[in-house]
C-alpha cells in the first residue's frame, strides 16, 4: 500500500517556501490533494487531463499524455515543479523540463514513493545537462500499470488456471477485506446469508483478515450456515516457479508501481479460489474488485462480478494507483458484471474509468426489517440523560473528515439557538470524535450535544431519536438514512451521492444542498415544530424503507447478475 500523505508531505516539506505545483505519474487521492491545498501546503496540482483542468483556474495545468511525458503547464515564476512517485530509474524528460521552463519554473524536485528526494535540480541547467549528455534509464511516465497487468498476465499464462471442470458450479465465493462494522461488510453478510437462505447458491466468504474489529459479522453469517474462510498469508502457490520468476521480472522492471506487491497479492486470492473452486466470485470493493477480480480471472472462474460500494476509489485516502488499471485489464480480458449500490456511484465509476454508462449495473442494498423495540426509546434516553418529552436530533456516523461532524456539531449549534428545547445525540466512532468532543464542551454544550461513542445495535440508538441527520461530503448509499427511515425517522442531508436515492423529497425526509449549519438548521425545524408534519412525515419513511430496500428484492437481483456474468463468460 502506497501512503500518499507521507509521501506527497514529505516531498513538500523537502520543496520549501516556493508555489509547489504536484504532478504524479498515477492518479493520486483527491481529498488528499485538496487537503493540501486547504492548508496552504501546495499551490495547485496537474489534472489527469483537460477536460477536468481548461475551465478551472485552480489546477497548475494538466497532462496531454502521461506515458510519453507531455505536460501542459499553466504560468507559475519562480514556482517548484514536484513530481512525486517514481522510481530511482526514472528520470524526467525534455518535454516536462522544456514545457516548465517556457512558463517560469525555476527548479523540479523528483521523489520516490516514500517521500525521499530523488532529484533537485535547476531546470534550465538540467536541461543543458541533458542536451550535452544522454541521461540513462526510463523517463517519468512510460512505465504505466496497463503494461504492467500486461505483463502480468503474459508472465503467469496457464500456471494458476483451473480445469472448466473443476469449478462447483452452484457455488459463489464472496471476497471482502473482513468482516467489520462497516457498510459494505454488513451487505456482504446479508447477501451471503440471504443466499444460503435461498438455497439457490452455496456461499463461502473469503476474508482478508477476521481478527477484532474484522470478526463483527463473523459469528452471525457462521450461525446461518455459512463457510468462512481467511486468505492463506503464503500460499503453496507462491513457491511456484513461474510464479516466483514472475514476481522477480515485475519487482525488477516496475519497481516504481511496486508490481510485484500486487502481484504477490494477486496470487494469494487466486490460491484461495483454487481451494474453493467456485464457479462465480463476487469481489467487494475495490482492492478485492481489482486484485482479486484479476485472480479469478487468472484462475478461469466462468463468472466474475464487482461491487462498488461508493464513489469511485480516487476520492478516498484508501486510493491505489494501480485500481484504474487493473479494473480496465480485468474487463479487457473477460466480460466481467459490474456493480454498484446507487446511480450516483455508478455515475462516479464508469467517468473514472471511461467506460459507458450501461456498463455498471446498480443493486441497491437490502436489510431485514425487525419491528421496533418499544422501550427502547425510554430506556436509551434515561440511559443519556434526556428528557423523554423533549425532541431529538441524532445521527450515527463515523467521525472522519468526509462525514463532517463539525459541520452536523455547527448545525446543532444553531438550532438550539433557536429553540433551546432541541437535545442532540450523535452516535459513533473515529479519529476526529476525541476533538469534537472538546469542540462542544468550549461551546459549553456538552448537556445539549451529547456525543456518546460507539453504539450498538443501530435500532436502539434510533428509537431515542426525532429526526435523523446525515451531512457527508461524499457517500455511496447510506444504509444508515435507509435504517434511521425504518425506525420512522424523517432525514435531513446533504444530498451527495446516493443519498437522494433512499428517501422521498419532501414525503420523508430533505436534501440541503447549500450544507450550511443555518439551512440544515432550517430544514430540521421545519420538521420538528409541526407536529403534524413530523408524524406523517415518520409514518412515510417507514413505509418507505420497507417497500423499497427489502432483503428479497436484493437477493432476487443479485442472483440475477451472477447467472449474467455466467451467460457473458
Same mark, same amino acid.
Given at each position: ?85 517514481? +522510481?530511482?530509474? !526514472?528520470? /524526467?524528460?525534455?518535454?516536462?523540463? %522544456?514545457? $516548465?521552463?517556457?512558463?517560469? =519554473?525555476?527548479?523540479? *524536485? ?88 435461498? +438455497?439457490?447458491? !452455496?456461499? /463461502?466468504?473469503?476474508?482478508?483478515? %477476521?481478527? $477484532?474489529?474484522?470478526?463483527? =459479522?463473523?459469528?452471525? *453469517? ?348
Amino acid at each position: 500500500m502506497i501512503d500518499f500523505v507521507r509521501m506527497l508531505g514529505r516531498g513538500l516539506e523537502f520543496c520549501g517556501d516556493k508555489p509547489v505545483i504536484l504532478a504524479t505519474p498515477y492518479d493520486v487521492p483527491e481529498r488528499i490533494a485538496r487537503d493540501l491545498k486547504r492548508e496552504n501546503r501546495l499551490h495547485a496540482i496537474i489534472a489527469d487531463n483537460v477536460e477536468h483542468a481548461k475551465t478551472d483556474p485552480e489546477f497548475g495545468g494538466w497532462w496531454v499524455d502521461r506515458r510519453n511525458g507531455r505536460i501542459f503547464l499553466r504560468r507559475n515564476p519562480g514556482g517548484t515543479l514536484l513530481i512525486a512517485g517514481v +522510481g530511482s530509474d !526514472e528520470v /524526467v524528460g525534455a518535454n516536462i523540463l %522544456l514545457e $516548465a521552463k517556457l512558463k517560469g =519554473f525555476d527548479n523540479f *524536485v523528483t521523489t520516490d514513493f516514500a517521500g525521499n528526494p530523488i532529484e533537485d535540480l535547476n531546470i534550465a541547467a538540467a536541461i543543458d545537462q541533458r542536451l550535452d549528455t544522454p541521461v540513462t534509464g526510463t523517463r517519468v511516465g512510460v512505465r504505466q500499470y496497463t503494461d504492467a497487468f500486461d505483463e502480468m498476465y503474459e508472465l503467469l499464462g496457464q500456471a494458476l488456471r483451473l480445469r472448466p471442470g473443476d469449478f462447483v458450479q452452484d457455488r459463489v465465493a464472496l471476497v471482502i477485506g473482513g468482516l467489520g462494522p462497516g457498510g459494505a461488510e454488513r451487505q456482504a453478510s446479508l447477501t451471503a446469508i440471504g443466499l444460503k437462505a435461498a +438455497g439457490t447458491y !452455496e456461499p /463461502v466468504m473469503i476474508c482478508n483478515y %477476521l481478527k $477484532a474489529p474484522g470478526d463483527f =459479522f463473523l459469528q452471525q *453469517v457462521i450461525d446461518a450456515g455459512v463457510t468462512v474462510t481467511e486468505v492463506n498469508p503464503l500460499p503453496e502457490e507462491l513457491k511456484l516457479p513461474q510464479v516466483t520468476t514472475a514476481i522477480a521480472i515485475l519487482n525488477e522492471r516496475y519497481s516504481a508501481l511496486r508490481m510485484g506487491d500486487v502481484l504477490h497479492e494477486v496470487v494469494r486470492y487466486a490460491a484461495s479460489l483454487r481451494q474453493q473452486r467456485p464457479a462465480t466470485v463476487h469481489l467487494w470493493m475495490d482492492y478485492c474488485s481489482v486484485l482479486g477480480g484479476v485472480a479469478a480471472n487468472l484462475v478461469g472462474i466462468p463468472a466474475i462480478v464487482t461491487g462498488g460500494r461508493s464513489v469511485a476509489p480516487n476520492r478516498f485516502n484508501l486510493f491505489q494507483p494501480y485500481m484504474k488499471d487493473g479494473y480496465l485489464a480485468l474487463a479487457k480480458r473477460k466480460r466481467i458484471t459490474m456493480l454498484n449500490n446507487s446511480h450516483a456511484g455508478a455515475d462516479d465509476y464508469c467517468a473514472f474509468l471511461g467506460l459507458p454508462r450501461d456498463r455498471i449495473r446498480v443493486i441497491q442494498n437490502g436489510f431485514e426489517f425487525s419491528e421496533p423495540n418499544e422501550h427502547a426509546r425510554v430506556e436509551k434516553r434515561t440511559e443519556l440523560g434526556i428528557d423523554l418529552s423533549a425532541k431529538v436530533v441524532g445521527s450515527i456516523l463515523r467521525f472522519s473528515e468526509e462525514k463532517r461532524p463539525r459541520l452536523l456539531i455547527d448545525m446543532a449549534r444553531n438550532i438550539h439557538s433557536r429553540n433551546p428545547d432541541v437535545r442532540f445525540i450523535f452516535f459513533g466512532d473515529g479519529p476526529l470524535l476525541q476533538g469534537e468532543r472538546k469542540y462542544v464542551e468550549s461551546l459549553q454544550l456538552a448537556d445539549v450535544i451529547k456525543l456518546p461513542g460507539y453504539i450498538d445495535p443501530a435500532r436502539d440508538a434510533l428509537a431515542a431519536m426525532d429526526v435523523f441527520a446525515l451531512v457527508s461530503r461524499m457517500e455511496g448509499l447510506p444504509n444508515v438514512l435507509i435504517e434511521a427511515q425504518a425506525a420512522g425517522l424523517p432525514i435531513v442531508c446533504t444530498g451527495v451521492g446516493g443519498m437522494n436515492e433512499t428517501f422521498e423529497p419532501g414525503v420523508t425526509g430533505f436534501a440541503v444542498k447549500s450544507a450550511t449549519p443555518e439551512d440544515l438548521g432550517e430544514r430540521v425545524l421545519e420538521i420538528l415544530e409541526d407536529d403534524a408534519r413530523l408524524a406523517s412525515m415518520s409514518s412515510a419513511a417507514r413505509l418507505q424503507a420497507i417497500s423499497h430496500f427489502g432483503m428479497a428484492r436484493m437477493i432476487n437481483d443479485t442472483v440475477d447478475a451472477y447467472r449474467q456474468s455466467a451467460r457473458a463468460g
